[in-house]
């Protein structure tokens, strides 16, 4: 009899026990705690484009996402999560992850990036009085860049125009950069300035005066450095 009455208490224990577990259920919901975009500035030269990636925390919660561009709007497209390029102006990408809460009220957080495109002008040939040789070495966030461009242009521009790029060259193991440069008159200016696509960034070092002499050797070459927004991070 003891035992059967042990029994059946167990029984009833348990059954108590999954009856209070029937009556569980979630009074709320997780909301969104933060949105990060994958970039929060960055340069595009006109043509170019950028798939942005974002991340939501808790990751775990089911949001819709709605994509805005405010400011000129006309210098970029948005489809989707890609941005286009179309022509030099300054604009901010908004992204809005919107979550549905239990009582049916809207929880929404935001994060956003601003665009800046520009255009270079490939130089059309013809009559230069002037040509400036520049020979140079460039670091981009520690990265010595004369062993290979990849992507990376290092251009002379003069009103939008690129006069000249940088070629890779070596001579009694020495890689350098060099550029010959082509001016209409002496004293004419040249803005040194490097875009690495694949960092979104554009970099502008200094005005080089064109003046038909050369800049830098190879025992002294003109550095440049530069350090993307996003360098150790």
């Not at 029984?11 to 997780?30: H, N, R, V, W, Y």
């Not at 089911?62 to 006309?74: F, P, Q």
Request: glycine share 8%; aromatic share 10%.
């Amino acid at each position: 009899m003891k035992l059967i009455r042990k029994i059946l208490l167990l029984c009833a224990m348990a059954a108590i026990s999954s009856c209070g577990e029937l009556f569980e259920f979630e009074t709320d919901k997780p909301m969104p705690d933060g949105l990060t975009i994958s970039h929060h500035e960055i340069d595009l030269h006109v043509g170019d484009f950028i798939d942005f990636e974002t991340t939501l925390n808790p990751d775990s919660i089911v949001a819709s996402y709605y994509w805005t561009v405010k400011g000129d709007e006309e210098a970029v497209e948005l489809t989707g999560r890609r941005l286009r390029a179309v022509k030099p102006g300054r604009a901010l990408v908004v992204v809005e992850a919107q979550s549905l809460n239990i009582d049916n009220t809207v929880e929404v957080a935001a994060d956003s990036c601003y665009v800046n495109v520009f255009e270079w002008v490939e130089c059309e040939p013809g009559e230069f009085l002037y040509e400036t040789v520049l020979y140079s070495s460039l670091v981009v966030d520690g990265i010595q860049m004369t062993d290979s461009l990849g992507g990376t242009r290092l251009v002379a521009v003069v009103d939008g125009e690129v006069r000249a790029e940088a070629e890779m060259r070596e001579e009694h193991d020495i890689p350098y950069l060099r550029m010959r440069i082509k001016g209409n008159w002496p004293g004419e200016k040249a803005s040194i300035e490097c875009y690495v696509p694949n960092k979104y960034e554009r970099f502008v070092f200094e005005s080089l005066e064109l003046d038909g002499g050369t800049y830098g050797t190879l025992s002294d070459l003109k550095r440049y450095r530069g350090k993307s927004r996003n360098y150790g991070k």
